[in-house]
T-cell receptor
Framework: EAQVTQNPRYLITVTGKKLTVTCSQN?????MSWYRQDPGLGLRQIYY???????DKGDVPEGYKVSRKEKRNFPLILESPSPNQTSLYFC????????????FGPGTRLLVL | DAKTTQPNSMESNEEEPVHLPCNHS???????IHWYRQLPSQGPEYVIH???SNVNNRMASLAIAEDRKSSTLILHRATLRDAAVYYC??????????FGAGTRLFVKA
C-alpha cells in the first residue's frame, strides 16, 4: 500500500532533550516536506526537500533541522526542543513536478514540557 | 509567494450541493490550484486540482474562473462524512507550499 509513515505518533518530552521524528514514504517520491499545525494558524511548512541531499527552508524553520540522505526518508530533528514547538506535525511527499499531489502522513503529536 | 483567501466556515444540508470559493488574485501562470481536505484527527488528503480548465473526479468538481483569480470546489451532494476543513492552495512544482486557514464545512443532517 502506498503510504507515508511517521514515528512516533505521540511524543511527550522535556525542554532541551533532542528528538527525531521519522518520516518514510514507499512511493519513490522525490519531494518531501514537513509541516506543523497549530490551532488558528493552519498548516505551516517547516522544511522541504526536492531530492536527496537537497533541502530548503519553509516558512517556520527556526529550531528544526532536516536531512535527506535517502530518497524514502526525511527525518525532522529538534536539537533542543522548547514548549513553543508543541504542535501536530505532518510529513508529506509527492513526485515534485508541477501539479502533483502531496500525500500526507498520519501526523505526530508532540508535547514539550 | 501566492496566497489564497477562503471563508472561515460554511454550512450545508446533507444531500445538497456545496460550493466552496477560493480567491487567488496573485496566481502566476504556472501555479496549479489544489484542494485538500482534512478530516478530524487526520492528515490532509487530496481532493482535486487543476490549471486552467474545469475538472471533475469522483470526489468533486473544480470550477476555475477564466482569469484564474478564483476557483470553486463543488461537492455535488454533501454527506456527513464531507464535514472537514477544506484548503485551497497554489502549487508550482511542489516546492514551497502555503496553506491558508481553510474553510470549515459543517454538514447538517
Amino acid at each position: 500500500e502506498a503510504q507515508v509513515t511517521q514515528n512516533p505518533r505521540y511524543l511527550i518530552t522535556v525542554t532541551g532533550k533532542k528528538l527525531t521524528v521519522t518520516c518514510s514514504q514507499n512511493m519513490n517520491h522525490e519531494y518531501m516536506s514537513w509541516y506543523r499545525q497549530d490551532p488558528g494558524l493552519g498548516l505551516r511548512q517547516i522544511y522541504y526537500s526536492m531530492n536527496v541531499e537537497v533541502t530548503d527552508k519553509g516558512d517556520v524553520p527556526e529550531g528544526y533541522k532536516v536531512s535527506r540522505k535517502e530518497k524514502r526518508n526525511f527525518p525532522l530533528i529538534l536539537e533542543s526542543p522548547s514548549p513553543n514547538q508543541t504542535s501536530l506535525y505532518f510529513c508529506a511527499s509527492s513526485l515534485g513536478r508541477a501539479g502533483e499531489t502531496q500525500y500526507f502522513g498520519p501526523g505526530t503529536r508532540l508535547l514539550v514540557l | 509567494d501566492a496566497k489564497t483567501t477562503q471563508p472561515n466556515s460554511m454550512e450545508s444540508n446533507e444531500e445538497e450541493p456545496v460550493h466552496l470559493p477560493c480567491n487567488h488574485s496573485t496566481i502566476s501562470g504556472t501555479d496549479y490550484i489544489h484542494w485538500y481536505r482534512q478530516l478530524p484527527s487526520q492528515g490532509p488528503e487530496y481532493v482535486i486540482h487543476g490549471l486552467t480548465s474545469n475538472v471533475n473526479n469522483r470526489m468533486a468538481s473544480l470550477a476555475i474562473a477564466e482569469d484564474r483569480k478564483s476557483s470553486t470546489l463543488i461537492l455535488h451532494r454533501a454527506t456527513l462524512r464531507d464535514a472537514a476543513v477544506y484548503y485551497c492552495i497554489l502549487n508550482t512544482g511542489g516546492f514551497k507550499t502555503i496553506f491558508g486557514a481553510g474553510t470549515r464545512l459543517f454538514v447538517k443532517a
